[in-house]
């Protein structure tokens, strides 16, 4: 009886030609489904400006020309913001993109005092919030590390009267200039407003409270040393600076955890680690670097890293000896 396999008569160029089409069908069924990443279309966000952070080419903050500085999530495209020496620094970024709060030295004959200023997104309509317009010899008023509420209409920051009884602490103002109040009189720092309306201060430890003043906590996990909180976009997690005892005093880390304190994580260790922003997604986390010391010529690199923890990357490797002072990853 014959073999079966034999039934059957294929020829030699027949069976070529077969296998040359269905790997040219292969080849377009990859294609089009995007199997090479050649293909992909271009990010249309690359060339965005989306962070702003505060540089000086100095080695004191407070004596130099502090600029805001714009660059591209990858650190491109590196353009001043508003085209004036400041000096400027902590920058924060509105909820909506839309504006930038800043803080500027500016010189007066009592001495520097340091206000609350307000841009557009475009560096344009820059505006001095006036909040403690004293008429008093001598008298120089401070307020720095202002904070948006989440509909942009407030805004929280760190108040100073010097000579006044109870004039230091936090303060809530209103974007237009009204509405001025104090939030806390017995000290507080660098606060961040939640979306779900509860701000975060530090104190020596990390404090949570509401916007009225009421519901004062010490979120449970804090520690002596840990300041710079900043609540992620969707008001889940808490990221911060922990400032370590070892060392000469400047070594400090940068750590997160969730918002009730717990599941505390240090993302960056090793040297000087300061000034930690989330970015828009959550994803990402910036933070400013200076070298372990911060001797008389100091160096500082912006630096971004993943908040799950992962490679780092440096933004701005081609900056030399200089302060920074704050970043800010602008929504989209």
């Known amino acids: 009886m014959p073999s079966s396999y034999s039934a059957v008569s294929v020829r030699p160029r027949s069976v ?68 004036t020496p400041g000096p400027d620094y902590f920058p924060e970024w509105s909820r909506d993109g839309s504006q ?20 557009k997104a475009d560096g344009t309509g820059v505006r001095m919030l006036a909040v403690d317009t004293i008429s ?27 000579g006044f009884a109870g004039g230091l602490g936090l303060a809530i103002i209103n974007t237009d200039g009204t509405g001025l109040r104090w939030l806390v009189q017995q000290g507080g720092d660098t606060p961040s407003w939640s979306v779900d309306g509860r701000i975060v201060f530090a104190n020596g430890l990390l404090f949570t409270i509401n916007p009225d003043g009421s519901g004062l906590q010490k979120i449970p996990s804090s520690v002596d040393g840990d300041f710079m909180p900043k609540w992620s976009r969707d008001g889940t997690r808490l990221l911060f600076t922990h400032r370590r005892t070892d060392g000469d005093g400047t070594l400090s880390d940068v750590m997160t955890s969730r918002a009730d304190g717990s599941d505390r994580r240090i993302l960056v260790t090793g040297g000087t680690n300061l000034g930690a922003a989330w970015s828009p997604d959550g994803q990402y986390i910036l933070y400013y670097r200076g070298e372990p010391g911060y001797g008389p010529a100091p160096k500082c690199f912006l630096h971004k890293i993943p908040s799950a923890g992962g490679p780092d990357v440096n933004l701005t490797p081609s900056r030399g000896i200089g302060s920074c002072a704050g970043a800010s990853w602008r929504p989209t």
């Open 16 to 83: 070529r030609l077969a296998l040359m089409t269905t790997l040219a069908t292969v080849a377009l069924l990859f294609t089009g489904c995007g199997g090479d990443s050649s293909t992909s279309p271009p990010d249309p966000n690359a060339d965005r400006l989306e962070i702003v952070y505060s540089y000086g080419t100095g080695g004191e903050v407070t004596n130099e020309p502090m600029e805001l500085f714009q660059i591209t999530k990858d650190g491109r495209l590196a353009k001043s913001l508003l085209g």
């Open 136 to 162: 008093q010899p001598g008298f120089v008023p401070y307020q720095v590390h202002a904070a948006w509420s989440p509909d942009g209409a407030a805004i929280v920051f760190h108040r100073y009267l010097p």
């Open 100 to 119: 930038l709060l800043f803080d500027r030295v500016s010189g007066s004959a009592s001495g520097p005092s340091t206000a609350i200023w307000i841009a």
